[in-house]
């Protein structure tokens, strides 16, 4: 038992990125396994599973552009506004380049 | 199986920026390349750098990644008709290898073959196979990158995260009532950071948007199958990826 727990301790990430894989699994079965069973459901509860990966991604970007200085606030900011026009992996590149060069600034 | 090409450059993209913001979030390279091994999701694995720290609760990463995942409910469920000739074997495939990408390829196949609609394990297995292959492969670039450089502020990879969720945010911008859910998740999440602190703005945040969400729906019922179909094609006409 000891050596199980000191194996954990050692390696808590590793198990943790396992545990991930499982929980990403049970989602990707999930919707064939349980949902598929129910031909119809109530538009409430569909809103509110439509509304999860927006709620919970609303939450990691405003937090961080706050942890920093000015860079990473116009950083996150400008990333939020080039969305609306350019494709992802653009903001991606232009957004770091944009932070690397506003630190340069010394902002 | 040649207009896939096409696709795997938005997965080795972020295939790569997954690896170096890991190795800049302090994940070795070898956990970095085993997260796409075991995990094959790219919003679950950008969600595991940014919320697991040295000290959170184990139960607040797995939620966070559970709730980030919830639309792959709905893939999986849309894709019943199209995979319920699979054995056992091939269905652990099947939803192994179901990112958004993948979803949207099926599906496009799908429609092509027209009334059986029933899309071939080979097809499925073809397109997954050399998506994930990519995935790891560009993955481990990106983390052997990551790790020749000192300091990752150099190139700005400890800012990938942020900048990462935005995209992937904004991606679903076109959706019903996504600024109420936007700036009730966003306002409730920044009061509990400052006050009770991480990891609860995550889940109090998101729960905010969620009761908005369900409150501003109309009542009655929908298929559930139209709703996935719509949830995919706002998320892949993006040409945003989330594999």
Redesign the interface.
């Given at each position: 038992m000891n050596g199980v727990v000191a194996l954990y301790e050692a390696h808590q990430a590793a198990f943790v990125i396992a545990l991930l894989g499982l929980i990403t699994l049970a989602t990707r079965a999930g919707g064939y396994l349980v949902l598929a069973r129910f031909k119809r459901i109530p538009a409430r509860l569909e809103a509110a599973l439509e509304a999860v990966p927006v709620a919970v991604i609303s939450t990691l970007v405003v937090p961080p552009a706050f942890s920093g200085g000015v860079a990473e606030f116009a950083t996150v900011a400008f990333a939020v506004v080039a969305c609306m026009r350019l494709p992802s992996m653009v903001v991606i590149l232009a957004g770091l380049g944009l932070i690397v060069g506003l630190r340069m600034v010394g902002l | 199986m040649r207009a896939s090409v096409p696709i795997l450059v938005?997965i080795s993209?972020f295939g790569m920026?997954f690896g170096a913001a890991a190795i800049a979030a302090g994940?070795?390279l070898?956990?970095t390349i085993?997260?796409s091994i075991?995990?094959?999701?790219g919003?679950?694995q950008f969600?595991?750098l940014?919320v697991?720290r040295a000290g959170v609760p184990?139960w607040s990463?797995?939620l966070?990644?559970?709730?980030?995942?919830?639309?792959?409910?709905?893939?999986?469920?849309?894709?019943?008709s199209k995979?319920r000739h699979y054995g056992p074997l091939q269905?652990?495939f099947a939803?192994?290898l179901?990112t958004d990408l993948q979803f949207a390829v099926v599906e496009n196949q799908a429609l092509r073959l027209g009334k059986s609609g029933r899309v071939s394990f080979a097809f499925y297995i073809g397109f997954g196979a050399i998506a994930y292959v990519v995935w790891i492969v560009m993955t481990a670039i990106g983390g052997l990158f990551g790790s020749l450089i000192e300091n990752p502020?150099?190139?700005?990879?400890d800012?990938?995260?942020?900048?990462?969720?935005?995209?992937?945010?904004?991606?679903?911008?076109k959706?019903?009532?996504?600024l109420a859910?936007?700036i009730?998740?966003?306002v409730?999440?920044?009061l509990v950071?400052r006050t009770i602190g991480a990891p609860w703005?995550?889940s109090l945040?998101?729960?905010?948007?969620?009761?908005?969400?369900?409150l501003?729906?109309?009542?009655?019922?929908?298929?559930?199958?139209g709703?996935?179909e719509e949830?995919a094609l706002e998320s892949t006409s993006?040409?945003?990826?989330r594999s």
């Amino acid at each position: 038992m000891n050596g199980v727990v000191a194996l954990y301790e050692a390696h808590q990430a590793a198990f943790v990125i396992a545990l991930l894989g499982l929980i990403t699994l049970a989602t990707r079965a999930g919707g064939y396994l349980v949902l598929a069973r129910f031909k119809r459901i109530p538009a409430r509860l569909e809103a509110a599973l439509e509304a999860v990966p927006v709620a919970v991604i609303s939450t990691l970007v405003v937090p961080p552009a706050f942890s920093g200085g000015v860079a990473e606030f116009a950083t996150v900011a400008f990333a939020v506004v080039a969305c609306m026009r350019l494709p992802s992996m653009v903001v991606i590149l232009a957004g770091l380049g944009l932070i690397v060069g506003l630190r340069m600034v010394g902002l | 199986m040649r207009a896939s090409v096409p696709i795997l450059v938005p997965i080795s993209f972020f295939g790569m920026m997954f690896g170096a913001a890991a190795i800049a979030a302090g994940q070795t390279l070898a956990n970095t390349i085993w997260a796409s091994i075991a995990i094959f999701a790219g919003a679950s694995q950008f969600v595991f750098l940014e919320v697991y720290r040295a000290g959170v609760p184990v139960w607040s990463v797995a939620l966070a990644v559970f709730a980030v995942n919830f639309r792959h409910l709905l893939y999986s469920a849309a894709l019943a008709s199209k995979i319920r000739h699979y054995g056992p074997l091939q269905k652990f495939f099947a939803f192994f290898l179901l990112t958004d990408l993948q979803f949207a390829v099926v599906e496009n196949q799908a429609l092509r073959l027209g009334k059986s609609g029933r899309v071939s394990f080979a097809f499925y297995i073809g397109f997954g196979a050399i998506a994930y292959v990519v995935w790891i492969v560009m993955t481990a670039i990106g983390g052997l990158f990551g790790s020749l450089i000192e300091n990752p502020r150099t190139f700005g990879l400890d800012f990938i995260l942020p900048v990462y969720f935005a995209t992937i945010l904004m991606g679903f911008r076109k959706r019903d009532r996504f600024l109420a859910i936007a700036i009730a998740s966003t306002v409730v999440a920044v009061l509990v950071h400052r006050t009770i602190g991480a990891p609860w703005h995550i889940s109090l945040g998101a729960l905010a948007g969620i009761a908005v969400a369900a409150l501003m729906a109309k009542n009655g019922e929908v298929e559930t199958e139209g709703a996935a179909e719509e949830a995919a094609l706002e998320s892949t006409s993006g040409k945003v990826d989330r594999s």
